[in-house]
């Protein structure tokens, strides 16, 4: 298995414009998550997926914020009107979601957004 | 509420042990988590602890006490390659078992 795995690594973007940002999960994972982190913060929780089901989505995430995991294996968030406050390190992450250790999670790489 | 309180950095000298501390406040408690992050990377997993007591690999240590709320990574013989973002993260049972984070501790090794 090659782990976790998010593309593009870098995306720049101008104010206003849309993105959409991939993740492949594990493929036995049936947990996905994705946190968004900027420097010197902790990883800050969007959103997570069991499966094709959205459980739960970040009181503090604004409706420009939108994530789909389609078919239960990967995922894409998509940001809208994209505003300089965007800019941050956006993580995916999965795990087994069976409690306890299975909980450890494995992040992907991240993608850096920069918004101009 | 739920809330996880660690130092936000610290230094320490290459060959010493170094100790950060992790206290949580969590309903639902199900285990506690310790990450590693290297500045432009990823997290990665380090340890976990369910039971109360220490749990040791290799140069790394972590400890739990489930009474006190309170965890603790310990790092032995510390190299350069140790200097990283150290991230302590609760498990709730309660909370469809959803992780929840600190803001880290950002440990500095020096020669």
């Known amino acids: 298995d090659t782990g976790v795995s998010q593309n593009p690594r870098h995306k720049i973007t101008k104010r206003g414009q849309n993105v959409t940002f991939r993740c492949d999960p594990i493929s036995e994972h049936n947990r996905l998550y994705w946190y968004r982190q900027t420097l010197g913060q902790g990883p800050e929780f969007l959103t997570y997926f069991q499966n094709e089901a959205q459980l739960e989505k970040s009181r503090l995430l604004s409706d420009r914020f939108s994530a789909e995991r389609p078919k239960g294996s990967f995922s894409t968030l998509e940001i809208q009107r994209t505003e300089q406050g965007d800019s941050a390190m956006y993580l995916c992450a999965s795990s087994l979601g069976k409690g306890g250790k299975n909980e450890k999670l494995f992040f992907g790489s991240g993608t850096q957004l920069s918004v101009l | 509420g739920q809330n996880i309180d660690q130092p936000t950095e610290m230094t320490a000298t290459e060959g010493a042990i170094v100790q950060i501390n992790c206290t949580y406040q969590?309903?639902?408690?199900?285990?506690l988590f310790w990450y590693q992050q290297h500045a432009g990377e990823a997290p990665t997993f380090l340890s976990y602890?369910?039971l109360d007591g220490l749990e040791e690999k290799g140069r790394f240590s972590s400890f739990l006490s489930r009474s006190k709320g309170y965890s603790y990574l310990l790092l032995k013989e510390l190299q350069m390659k140790d200097s990283a973002s150290y991230l302590c993260?609760?498990?709730?049972?309660?909370?469809?078992?959803?992780?929840?984070w600190g803001l880290g501790t950002s440990l500095g090794v020096n020669p």
């Open positions: 969590t309903s639902g408690f199900n285990g």
């Open positions: 602890n369910v």
């Open positions: 993260s609760s498990e709730n049972a309660g909370n469809n078992r959803k992780l929840i």
